[in-house]
């Protein structure tokens, strides 16, 4: 009886064994997802396709806004001043939230209007940004990208400009990786 014991448990031992092993390297496979800026391929308002390339060896300042929202059309107005005072060392990115690219002309004309006296590119939501935009709650929220298309940073939610510059600072003159990656991003990814 032991010995046919032994020969049932042993296999199970061993399954469960493997089991854990996927579920660890699952977790840590999505922890660092979480960490990346998610992979995309979508267009501007202007109809130019832009990628995730757009971040390489660029620190991005990414802002969700939504054209219904006039706290988005005044933090884009600080954001650009501000982007020029800075002399281009940083780059703003929008990210229109509230416009698919697979949205209709009248939309997305609509928010062409709304940002022509800005020159930051604007680009329109897919199904690739999904998962990201779902950690999104509210609009603007604005987060960081560093050169190598890492999410770094604390995001900063609604209008908040000095907070937003602040934080810009405080990455861009670190040295250090672990000060880098304290963020909202980070604790959520190590739960």
């Given amino acids: 009886m032991r010995t046919n014991l032994r020969y049932i448990l042993l296999p199970l031992a061993l399954l469960l064994s493997i089991l854990?092993?996927?579920?660890?390297?699952?977790?840590?496979?999505?922890?660092?997802?979480?960490?990346?800026?998610?992979?995309?391929?979508?267009?501007?308002?202007?109809g130019n396709t832009i990628t995730n390339k757009i971040f390489t060896g660029k620190f991005t300042v990414v802002v969700l806004w939504v054209t219904k929202d006039e706290n988005s059309r005044q933090l884009w107005r600080f954001l650009s001043d501000w982007?020029?005072?800075?002399a281009s060392q940083i780059q703003i990115i929008g990210l229109v939230g509230d416009?698919?690219?697979?949205d209709d002309a009248a939309k997305i004309s609509y928010a062409q209007q709304m940002t022509a006296d800005f020159s930051q590119p604007q680009l329109l939501v897919n199904d690739d940004m999904a998962e990201f935009l779902t950690n999104m709650r509210a609009a603007p929220t604005i987060c960081f990208v560093d050169a190598t298309g890492r999410l770094v940073g604390q995001p900063v939610i609604g209008y908040?400009?000095?907070?937003?510059?602040?934080?810009?600072?405080?990455?861009?003159?670190?040295?250090?990786?672990?000060?880098r990656n304290k963020s909202l991003f980070m604790k959520k990814a190590s739960q």
């Fill in 20 to 46: 854990t092993i996927n579920v660890f390297s699952a977790r840590d496979t999505n922890k660092q997802n979480l960490l990346r800026f998610p992979a995309f391929q979508t267009v501007d308002l202007n």
């Fill in 83 to 86: 982007q020029q005072a800075e």
């Fill in 99 to 102: 416009v698919k690219s697979t």
């Fill in 160 to 179: 908040e400009p000095e907070l937003i510059k602040k934080e810009a600072r405080r990455l861009l003159t670190t040295d250090s990786q672990a000060d």
